[in-house]
């Protein structure tokens, strides 16, 4: 059966009528829609309005703080460290990243860490408001555990992304967004309902085996760092995961590791939380504090084109500039619709009935 | 025919007498020495007293500059660009750490953008330097093109390392060093002189097959990003290596991806380079700009054993954490001496015999 298309307009304004009625400020429930929708726009629908429902059950568990107080509880010239407040991190997220933005407008560059937060929707967004300041921006975050380091078989790292966002002149900024795992959750759900076998290299059994059973995460399995395996560098993907996770939860006084706090609400949460909520990671670099910014983004432009001209290897077509998928499907997305699964407009519809906010097939 | 054991001090001393027949000051020559045997101590040989012979040659062709005017030509409160005035990059680079920390030690974090300089040893080294400090120390490098970017039969990047240096309390520092490819060259050669194969993923043939023969990379082939391959994530590790190219390089005015000039004295420069030399970054992040430094370090201890005593794959004895084997390989290196291939010796021999510097088997 073909996926349905939904507008834009429509599943924004529908998310923002569900964050206002959990309780947010007009302005934050716009924000937390904006942020979760670009998610569906730039084809990463694992983050978007399929897990809208989930935000709500986190809200009905008291998890998330409808109206928080977020704040800066610590801060030197180029750094700060804040405090979510339990807040949506699609409300969070943006505030820390602009903290960030303002103090490189001061001394160069700005580094904050987040701690009592919860999930921020994709990297991508956040590390993308230092690019209309000629900043680079950097988003990374922590997330519940579902991976596996090197050698183990607990789960102890979240798939932990990592956003770098680069301003270019005439050609589109390099975005790369990217989790630190093989493969990322959402794809692998892609093979669950589908149930097609995954590549080697994206999962492990409950006993730490190789596995191409998409659904070993439910069996006791685990995601695998990039990589795979050790002979394929896995301990990079964990070196980098473990790196997310410590300036994200370590440095800022939020959960780490396996404290992580599960995103489904009816996990339990783990004991002995060393932290609060979970934690993210920001940073914003401004240009003109390393070379004026028409001299780095002309030699980005020469960057981008060179390497999008390079000869390819049989069969492909072009050699891609991280960002170049993303940004061709939010154009597309856009201008046609956003398709849904079924199972995602069924979840939007019983929201809909529970909250009494009309959905409405456009 | 085991390989010969020589003494830390021993290699220290010659390789220090090497520099300063160059030209190097007394200062320069024990620093670039101290750097360059770092890696063989942390049992990353293909960077170490190997690569001594190169960097000669890298001189006698007028590459490098024994008294080099290294200065800031820009900067902010948190930044600062370095021209290496293409001195040896194991005296840029120390320096251009230096200029980070003292930003740090101002006004939180410093971020150094590197022009003009050379071949820097192993990234480990200068980001470790920030330990000491309380301080969280980042470095990282472009390098020649070895590396094709996923879909590209063009040799487009170096293995462009990164380093992150995360100090702890009683455990030992957490230290990640890794090459954005599946593999560092280095494995690679090793493999080239026992004549054995490539695991997948590790290279490609110049018509951008997958291959295992280790010998592709003189025959037009290329080493590959962290993932091998498009299905494996092979498109995070060319990001991550693009990444360090451009922080490197186009944010300092160095050159960049198949413009950087190869470290082979032998391989001609590539025609129209839009930059200078090879370009590093480095970073330093005060931990007490966060949070104070006891609290910090208690909960790094606690993610460092809870990480160490995870339930391990059956066979596996522990789960590491990064920087554990090179650690233990430096313990053990500078009590039981530095083994090198015969191969090397007499490299190092050669040498001795042109400059007129005695080197004796211990």
Redesign the interface.
């Known amino acids: 059966m073909p996926e349905k298309l939904y507008s834009y307009q429509q599943l924004l304004a529908f998310t923002q009528s569900v964050f206002r009625q959990l309780g947010c400020s007009e302005k934050d429930a716009e924000l937390a829609a904006k942020v979760l929708l670009s998610a569906d726009l730039r084809g990463i629908d694992s983050h978007g309005v399929a897990r809208l429902s989930g935000y709500v059950r986190l809200w009905e568990v008291d998890r998330v703080n409808a109206k928080p107080g977020i704040r800066i509880i610590?801060e030197?010239?180029?750094?700060a460290?804040v405090d979510g407040d339990s807040g949506l991190g699609l409300v969070v997220a943006p505030y820390a990243m602009q903290v960030a933005i303002n103090k490189a407008k001061?001394?160069?560059?700005g580094?904050v860490?987040v701690q009592n937060s919860n999930h921020f929707g994709i990297a991508g967004y956040h590390g993308m408001m230092a690019l209309d300041h000629d900043m680079i921006g950097i988003a990374m975050t922590n997330a519940s555990p579902l991976v596996s380091?090197?050698?183990?078989?607990?789960r102890?790292l979240g798939t932990n992304p990592i956003c770098?966002a680069?301003p270019a002149g005439e050609e589109p900024p390099?975005v790369?967004d990217?989790?630190?795992?093989?493969?990322a959750n959402g794809k692998l759900e892609i093979l669950q309902r589908k149930n097609l076998e995954a590549?080697?290299?994206w999962v492990?059994d409950k006993?730490?085996?190789p596995s191409v059973n998409p659904h070993e995460l439910k069996s006791g399995g685990a995601l695998l760092p990039?990589?795979?395996d050790r002979?394929?560098?896995s301990?990079?993907?964990?070196?980098?995961g473990?790196?997310v996770?410590?300036?994200s939860a370590?440095?800022?006084?939020a959960n780490?590791?396996?404290w992580v706090p599960p995103f489904p609400a009816y996990v339990p949460m783990p004991d002995e939380q060393?932290?609060k909520g979970i934690g993210h990671f920001f940073g914003a670099?401004?240009?003109d504090?390393?070379?004026p910014a028409s001299?780095?983004k002309s030699?980005?432009d020469?960057?981008i084109r060179?390497?999008r001209s390079?000869?390819?290897?049989?069969g492909?077509e072009?050699?891609?500039i991280?960002g170049d998928p993303e940004r061709e499907m939010e154009e597309n997305r856009r201008k046609a619709g956003i398709p849904l699964l079924n199972a995602v407009a069924a979840d939007l519809q019983l929201l809909s009935e529970k909250l009494k906010i009309p959905f409405h097939i456009r």
């Open positions: 610590h030197t010239p180029s750094t460290v001061q001394v160069g560059t580094w860490s380091p090197t050698f183990s078989i607990e102890l770098v680069i390099f790369a990217l989790a630190t795992t093989t493969a590549p080697s290299g492990q006993e730490g085996n990039l990589g795979g002979d394929h560098g301990h990079k993907g964990y070196a980098l473990a790196i996770d410590i300036f370590v440095l800022s006084g780490y590791g396996p060393p932290g670099m401004r240009i504090a390393f070379r001299e780095f030699n980005m020469k960057w060179r390497f390079a000869e390819t290897v049989a492909e072009q050699v891609l991280p």
